[in-house]
């Protein structure tokens, strides 16, 4: 009950920040409520005991991440979208993720998550090959 509560929020104010862009939208509404929902989605079903798993490669560590904020900004890749949630460690330190999603259908999946490494977006949007949607 409380990951669709989680959802409903998710969804109504995707769509209350993307109702004063409707003119120069560059995807619907209704594709961005589905994009956000196909995020909110993807971090439900993949919480163990609540928390969302990452793994250390390099120290074969594996740290709990924890859910805060979806954030409503969507960034245009080509044909695909980029999404970020605020997520706390066991610490209390916040962990920026960001989804990288495709459309399949009328629903948008992740296929790609970066975990606390926001510069490869960065050089993305700084070189032109990802956009802010409107």
Known sequence: MFKLIRLLIALAFSLAMSASFAAAADLTTAEKASLQAGMQQHIDRNLVEGAYLRLDLATGGVSK??????????LRLGQYYVLCSDFRDDKGAAVNVDFYMASRGKSFVVFDTVVDHRAELEKLMK???????K
Do not use: E, F, N, Y
């Not at 991440?65 to 969507?74: C, N, Q, S």
């Open 65 to 74: 991440l924890h859910p805060v904020t979806a954030h409503p900004m969507i």
């Open 127 to 133: 070189d032109g090959k990802a956009s802010m949607v």
